[in-house]
């Protein structure tokens, strides 16, 4: 992060308004992960000689607080960009930043550098509801500036990503366009060719039998819904977990593999129930939700995503492939698109035959994913109205209520109500266990709910010993390569940081981010927490330079995907580099991560205060005593309030403390 004398850091920068979040963050993904055809690298560009793929896009994560000045870090990333590009539509036209963005990139000298994209509106209308293009972007300017055009019925969504592409590489956009339709192609005759390789993760007997259980449960409410095909859906589901092959058990001592059973259900799924598209539709849906539990999340997604092709007219059956599609979607990290589902399935529970369990299910959805997104109070309505129609349904209705429960306890706990998030966590635990018994999942999430809050009251020993036993529980359970494992070794591991224990941390983190990027993939947004956690470790064990490397990739991925802590990544980043003797970097670090603290963490006093301390600690090794000791003295009080000696961060800061030598 602060090697090289090239001025040109980024290909691009992306100027937008907030309320168009979700299209620059596709944008970022899609520009920094197209593939520069082989022929074209090499050539020399804007951004220096072309590589394999486009150099990093600058994305400021929302607009600046009004009444200040353009950020010091978006000043810093407008300068080191080759290009601007301005995501248009009447959100940006109106935005005071975004036409700030233009007139400093003008004011450098690179008006013929700007690539626009339009989103939404008109691109030169005088009606100010609809004009798309910012006033910035025409002042001064010879003629209408040309843009991609994102717009249903224009360019579309590919077709502009190409032609923004096309001038960012200088090559003519219709040489882009058959290059990309002859790779789509050849990806389609890859898919085809590799659609027959399974994969087998071995659990235990038990859990098969529960899951057979479970399908036979459903197998039979889906009869009883459609009668003319009872005996076909019960045929279809007790051939999943028939054995007729010996070779398949040969006695006693075999084990038959939950994931062999519902694979053989999705090959069934291919070939059964050919006149019945609902059941076919509602049976696809239970076996992606058997994957999810499982912890196959993609094969989950594949499933759920195939029985879309079953035409059928079943409303209850529409908001059931919704609601999994979208539940999915969250396991993968994909919350705009699952937002987007669970509210085309709110948009269905008028149908008939939707039962309250399906409407709160929906409901208690959407309340989670806005939970995630800041909105506490609008989370808490939905969340409370799907309670109520769970606890009106009785004993029937008890495990979604411990759901909805674990839903408001995390709501709690995001906006620092600990004891309320306590007794609601306890509350639902309590359900659980009578439920479904102390090996159920949930069970384990509650636990570890309950060890979040022990962790933040300050008692590392205690969320060590529940994370500890929920980990030999889960591994037992759910076997050793179910993504929630990955979460947990995550947790137990910055119990482990944070007692200075960096040793025993850091097999657990790798443990960690093999398991989870496996199901969940590489861009999964809480691998944030995962890669900056190892960072500390190597930067704790002598490893400076790989906790760099470490520590950019995690900021890296904390812009792409909004993540909260990048604030905090970016302070530890930064004591990284001060200690190993970059501190010009270590500031410029800590320039980028106040912003993003006093945005996201302005509850949080010890967090604005650590990033002090270390700036004062840069400034003392950097030959600047005094100024740094000052800083060092103002923070202190916030940093022992919450991390006392002994600790991780309440050690640092006490070295922070001690004479320069």
């Given at each position: 992060?602060?090697?090289?004398?090239?001025?040109?850091?980024?290909?691009?920068?992306?100027?937008?308004?907030?309320?168009?979040?979700?299209?620059?963050?596709?944008?970022?993904?899609?520009?920094?992960?197209?593939?520069?055809?082989?022929?074209?690298?090499?050539?020399?560009?804007?951004?220096?000689?072309?590589?394999?793929?486009?150099?990093?896009?600058?994305?400021?994560?929302?607009?600046?607080?009004?009444?200040?000045?353009?950020?010091?870090?978006?000043?810093q990333g407008l300068e080191d960009a080759a290009f601007l590009i301005v995501i248009c539509s009447p959100n940006g036209a109106r935005s005071r930043w975004?036409?700030?963005?233009?007139?400093?990139?003008?004011?450098?000298?690179?008006?013929?550098?700007?690539?626009?994209?339009?989103?939404?509106?008109?691109?030169?209308?005088?009606?100010?509801?609809?004009?798309?293009?910012?006033?910035?972007?025409?002042?001064?300017?010879?003629?209408?500036?040309?843009?991609?055009?994102?717009?249903?019925?224009?360019?579309?969504?590919?077709?502009?990503?190409?032609?923004?592409?096309?001038?960012?590489?200088?090559?003519?956009?219709?040489?882009?366009?058959?290059?990309?339709?002859?790779?789509?192609?050849?990806?389609?005759?890859?898919?085809?060719?590799?659609?027959?390789?399974?994969?087998?993760?071995?659990?235990?007997?038990?859990?098969?039998?529960?899951?057979?259980?479970?399908?036979?449960?459903?197998?039979?409410?889906?009869?009883?819904?459609?009668?003319?095909?009872?005996?076909?859906?019960?045929?279809?589901?007790?051939?999943?977990?028939?054995?007729?092959?010996?070779?398949?058990?040969?006695?006693?001592?075999?084990?038959?593999?939950?994931?062999?059973?519902?694979?053989?259900?999705?090959?069934?799924?291919?070939?059964?129930?050919?006149?019945?598209?609902?059941?076919?539709?509602?049976?696809?849906?239970?076996?992606?939700?058997?994957?999810?539990?499982?912890?196959?999340?993609?094969?989950?997604?594949?499933?759920?995503?195939?029985?879309?092709?079953?035409?059928?007219?079943?409303?209850?059956?529409?908001?059931?492939?919704?609601?999994?599609?979208?539940?999915?979607?969250?396991?993968?990290?994909?919350?705009?698109?699952?937002?987007?589902?669970?509210?085309?399935?709110?948009?269905?529970?008028?149908?008939?035959?939707?039962?309250?369990?399906?409407?709160?299910?929906?409901?208690?959805?959407?309340?989670?994913?806005?939970?995630?997104?800041?909105?506490?109070?609008?989370?808490?309505?939905?969340?409370?109205?799907?309670?109520?129609?769970?606890?009106?349904?009785?004993?029937?209705?008890?495990?979604?209520?411990?759901?909805?429960?674990?839903?408001?306890?995390?709501?709690?706990?995001?906006?620092?109500?600990?004891?309320?998030?306590?007794?609601?966590?306890?509350?639902?635990?309590?359900?659980?266990?009578?439920?479904?018994?102390?090996?159920?999942?949930?069970?384990?999430?509650?636990?570890?709910?309950?060890?979040?809050?022990?962790?933040?009251?300050?008692?590392?020993?205690?969320?060590?010993?529940?994370?500890?036993?929920?980990?030999?529980?889960?591994?037992?359970?759910?076997?050793?390569?179910?993504?929630?494992?990955?979460?947990?070794?995550?947790?137990?591991?910055?119990?482990?940081?944070?007692?200075?224990?960096?040793?025993?941390?850091?097999?657990?983190?790798?443990?960690?981010?093999?398991?989870?990027?496996?199901?969940?993939?590489?861009?999964?947004?809480?691998?944030?927490?995962?890669?900056?956690?190892?960072?500390?470790?190597?930067?704790?064990?002598?490893?400076?330079?790989?906790?760099?490397?470490?520590?950019?990739?995690?900021?890296?991925?904390?812009?792409?995907?909004?993540?909260?802590?990048?604030?905090?990544?970016?302070?530890?980043?930064?004591?990284?580099?001060?200690?190993?003797?970059?501190?010009?970097?270590?500031?410029?670090?800590?320039?980028?991560?106040?912003?993003?603290?006093?945005?996201?963490?302005?509850?949080?006093?010890?967090?604005?205060?650590?990033?002090?301390?270390?700036?004062?600690?840069?400034?003392?090794?950097?030959?600047?005593?005094?100024?740094?000791?000052?800083?060092?003295?103002?923070?202190?009080?916030?940093?022992?309030?919450?991390?006392?000696?002994?600790?991780?961060?309440?050690?640092?800061?006490?070295?922070?403390?001690?004479?320069?030598?």
């Amino acid at each position: 992060m602060h090697g090289g004398g090239c001025t040109i850091r980024y290909s691009a920068f992306i100027s937008y308004n907030h309320r168009d979040r979700n299209w620059a963050v596709w944008l970022h993904r899609a520009l920094e992960r197209y593939s520069i055809p082989p022929r074209l690298r090499g050539r020399d560009s804007p951004f220096g000689p072309l590589g394999k793929r486009l150099p990093p896009v600058f994305r400021d994560r929302d607009e600046l607080a009004s009444g200040a000045d353009l950020a010091a870090a978006v000043r810093q990333g407008l300068e080191d960009a080759a290009f601007l590009i301005v995501i248009c539509s009447p959100n940006g036209a109106r935005s005071r930043w975004v036409n700030e963005e233009i007139r400093a990139f003008i004011a450098m000298g690179r008006r013929d550098r700007i690539r626009l994209i339009i989103i939404g509106g008109e691109p030169m209308s005088d009606d100010p509801e609809l004009a798309a293009l910012p006033p910035a972007i025409l002042e001064g300017a010879e003629s209408e500036p040309l843009a991609a055009d994102a717009r249903p019925g224009q360019d579309g969504k590919q077709g502009a990503k190409l032609k923004l592409l096309a001038g960012l590489l200088g090559v003519p956009f219709d040489e882009l366009r058959q290059r990309e339709a002859a790779r789509r192609q050849r990806r389609l005759a890859i898919i085809a060719g590799a659609s027959t390789v399974g994969f087998v993760v071995t659990t235990g007997l038990a859990i098969a039998a529960v899951i057979a259980r479970s399908q036979a449960e459903e197998a039979r409410r889906i009869a009883e819904q459609r009668t003319m095909t009872a005996e076909r859906t019960l045929s279809f589901v007790k051939g999943m977990f028939r054995v007729s092959d010996p070779s398949i058990a040969q006695g006693e001592g075999e084990k038959i593999t939950a994931r062999e059973v519902v694979d053989r259900g999705a090959r069934m799924l291919e070939t059964g129930l050919e006149k019945e598209p609902a059941a076919r539709a509602d049976l696809g849906v239970t076996l992606a939700e058997v994957y999810n539990a499982l912890g196959l999340y993609q094969r989950g997604y594949s499933i759920v995503s195939t029985t879309f092709r079953f035409r059928h007219g079943e409303g209850d059956v529409h908001v059931r492939q919704l609601s999994t599609l979208a539940e999915t979607q969250v396991l993968l990290g994909d919350y705009a698109l699952a937002a987007k589902n669970f509210r085309r399935a709110q948009a269905l529970l008028g149908s008939p035959r939707v039962t309250p369990a399906l409407r709160s299910r929906v409901l208690a959805g959407l309340g989670q994913l806005q939970s995630q997104e800041g909105d506490a109070k609008g989370a808490e309505v939905l969340l409370r109205e799907a309670l109520a129609v769970d606890r009106s349904l009785g004993a029937e209705g008890r495990a979604d209520v411990a759901r909805d429960l674990e839903a408001l306890g995390t709501n709690a706990f995001r906006v620092k109500d600990y004891s309320l998030a306590r007794k609601l966590a306890a509350e639902a635990l309590a359900i659980r266990l009578a439920v479904e018994g102390e090996n159920s999942p949930s069970v384990a999430d509650n636990r570890n709910t309950l060890a979040s809050i022990a962790y933040l009251s300050g008692d590392l020993k205690g969320a060590e010993a529940i994370y500890r036993a929920n980990l030999v529980k889960d591994e037992r359970v759910l076997g050793p390569k179910h993504p929630d494992i990955g979460i947990t070794l995550n947790n137990l591991a910055r119990m482990l940081i944070d007692q200075r224990r960096f040793a025993e941390a850091g097999p657990l983190l790798e443990r960690a981010i093999a398991v989870v990027e496996a199901q969940r993939g590489t861009t999964y947004d809480d691998l944030v927490l995962f890669y900056s956690n190892l960072a500390l470790v190597r930067g704790n064990t002598g490893k400076r330079a790989e906790a760099e490397r470490l520590f950019d990739h995690a900021v890296r991925l904390a812009r792409e995907t909004d993540h909260p802590m990048l604030g905090p990544v970016l302070t530890d980043a930064a004591e990284n580099a001060c200690l190993g003797g970059h501190r010009a970097a270590g500031l410029a670090l800590l320039g980028a991560a106040a912003p993003a603290i006093a945005r996201d963490h302005a509850g949080t006093p010890w967090r604005g205060g650590w990033l002090e301390n270390v700036r004062g600690a840069c400034l003392v090794k950097g030959g600047q005593p005094g100024e740094g000791k000052a800083m060092i003295a103002r923070s202190r009080a916030a940093v022992f309030q919450r991390w006392p000696a002994g600790t991780y961060i309440g050690s640092a800061a006490l070295a922070h403390e001690a004479p320069v030598p």
